[in-house]
C-alpha cells in the first residue's frame, strides 16, 4: 500500500486491476478500500467495478446495517455513497493530485429494503492548484428504484513537493 494518503488513486487503481478478476479479488479490494478508510469498512459495502471516474459498489441488506424502522439505516446509506464517490473521483485523479471530501449532503427518496448499488461517474478535472468539484452519486434498490441521491463536495489540490531541499528555508 501506498506510504502517503495524500495521492492514492494510482494505488487504488493498481489494486483494483490486480485483484479484480481473481477469485475473491473483489472481496478482499473491499477490504483493503476499508482498511485504508476503517469507517466506511463498518457498513460491509462491496465493489462490482471501479474505472476512472467511475465506481459501482453494493451493499446487502442484513441486521446489522438495519434501523428500528425495519429498513437500511440512513448513515449506511451515506457511507455507501461516500465510498462509491471517493473510489470514482480517486480513480480518476491524474498522479499528484489529492482530493479530501469537503462537504456531503444527501436526499433520502425511499425506505432502503434488499440489496443496494450505489453508482458514482465523474469527469475529474484537471488540477494545477486548489479546486473545488462536486460529484452526484446515486443509491437505487433491486427494482432500480432510486432510493437517495447524494451530493459530494471535493477540495483536489496538487499535492506538495516532497523535495527536503524545497522544504528548507534559505539561509
Not at 41 to 56: E, K, S
Not at 105 to 111: D, M, T
Request: proline share 6%; aromatic share 6%.
Amino acid at each position: 500500500m501506498a506510504a502517503s494518503m495524500d495521492a492514492p488513486g494510482a494505488t487504488i487503481s493498481t489494486w483494483w486491476r490486480r485483484l479484480s478478476r481473481l477469485p475473491g479479488g473483489r472481496w478482499l479490494f473491499s477490504r483493503m478500500i476499508g482498511w485504508m478508510a476503517p469507517y466506511t469498512g463498518t457498513v460491509g459495502a462491496r465493489i462490482a467495478d471501479l474505472g476512472p471516474g467511475y465506481a459501482r459498489w453494493t451493499l446487502r441488506d442484513r441486521r446489522r446495517v438495519r434501523n428500528h424502522l425495519n429498513s437500511i439505516h440512513a448513515v449506511a446509506l451515506v457511507n455507501l455513497a461516500e465510498v462509491a464517490s471517493g473510489t470514482a473521483m480517486l480513480a480518476g485523479l491524474p498522479p499528484g493530485t489529492r482530493g479530501i471530501v469537503k462537504g456531503l449532503s444527501i436526499e433520502y427518496l425511499k425506505k432502503a429494503r434488499g440489496t443496494l448499488t450505489a453508482e458514482c461517474r465523474c469527469s475529474p478535472p484537471a488540477v494545477d492548484r486548489e479546486t473545488e468539484y462536486t460529484v452526484e452519486a446515486t443509491v437505487t434498490d433491486q427494482a432500480g428504484d432510486l432510493v437517495a441521491r447524494a451530493q459530494v463536495e471535493w477540495l483536489l489540490a496538487p499535492r506538495a513537493s516532497h523535495d527536503p531541499q524545497a522544504a528548507q528555508a534559505p539561509r
